[in-house]
C-alpha cells in the first residue's frame, strides 16, 4: 500500500512538471530529460510512469483539466433553462475562475491543437464538448422562447466562451497593460453585463406614424 501511494505522488509531480513546461515551451520544444530535472526524478522513473512522451502530454492535459465540471448551480440553471440575467453570470464566473485557478489550461489546448491535432479532438469531445453543448441547448430553447435575440445559438455560445478566455491578454495587446479590477468577481459581472445588453433584445417604441396631412398642418 505504501509503495502505491508513493507511486501516484510520483506520478502526479511528473506530470505537474511536465504540464509546466509543455504549457511554456510547446510539445516539440520540451524534452523528457528535461521534465525530469523538473521534477526532480531520473529520466528512467519518468518511463517507468509513462510509455512515452506523447502519453505524458495527454496525462498532463488531463491533470491540469481534471475537476472542470459544471457547478451544481450552474448546471440547474442551465437545464432548467433559467432566466439568462441569472444563468449567464454564473457560467461567466465559472469560466473566469477557471482561467485564474487553472492558468496552464488554454496554453496547454493550444498546443494539442497545433502540435497534436491527431488526438485534440478526441480531448476535446471527451472533456469539453458535453459542456459546451449543454450551454448551446440553453441558448437554442431561449433564443426559441424570445428571451435572447435570434442569433446563431452556436456562434453565440463560442463568442461567450472565448470572450472569457482570450480577453484579458488581447486587451493587453490593444491597451499595453493588463486589465485590472477592484475584486476577483468583476471580470464576470463585466462580460456578463456586455453580453447582456447585446443579446437580450430590448423593446422597440411605437410611434404612430404622421399623416402627410398633420405633418402641413405642423409646418
Known amino acids: 500500500m505504501p509503495l502505491s501511494v508513493k507511486s501516484t505522488a510520483t506520478t502526479e509531480k511528473i506530470a505537474l512538471a511536465a504540464g509546466q513546461l509543455f504549457a511554456r515551451q510547446g510539445y516539440h520544444g520540451t524534452s523528457t530529460r528535461e521534465i525530469a530535472r523538473v521534477a526532480d526524478v531520473s529520466e528512467n522513473t519518468l518511463f517507468r510512469h509513462f510509455e512515452n512522451k506523447e502519453d505524458l502530454f495527454w496525462s498532463a492535459l488531463r491533470a491540469v483539466s481534471s475537476g472542470l465540471k459544471l457547478r451544481r448551480d450552474v448546471l440547474e ?36 491543437f497545433l502540435e497534436l491535432q491527431w488526438k485534440a479532438d478526441d480531448f476535446c469531445d471527451e472533456h469539453l464538448s458535453p459542456y459546451l453543448s449543454i450551454l448551446n441547448q440553453y441558448l437554442a430553447a ?37 486589465l485590472s479590477y477592484s475584486d476577483s468577481r468583476d471580470p464576470s459581472r463585466v462580460y456578463a453585463r456586455f453580453w447582456l445588453d447585446i443579446l437580450t433584445p ?15 398642418g405642423v409646418g
Do not use: Y
Open 77 to 112: 440553471g442551465l437545464t432548467q433553462c433559467d432566466s439568462p440575467q441569472v444563468v449567464l453570470p454564473k457560467v461567466f464566473e465559472l469560466l473566469t475562475d477557471t482561467m485564474k485557478f487553472k492558468p496552464d489550461l488554454l496554453r496547454l489546448l493550444a498546443v494539442a
Open 142 to 178: 431561449n433564443i426559441k422562447s424570445g428571451m435572447l435575440r435570434d442569433l446563431d445559438s452556436t456562434i453565440m455560445a463560442a463568442a461567450l466562451t472565448l470572450t472569457t478566455l482570450m480577453h484579458p491578454e488581447i486587451s493587453r495587446l490593444i491597451v499595453g497593460s493588463k
Open 202 to 216: 430590448r423593446m422597440v417604441e411605437h410611434r404612430i406614424p404622421v399623416s402627410s396631412e398633420t405633418a402641413e
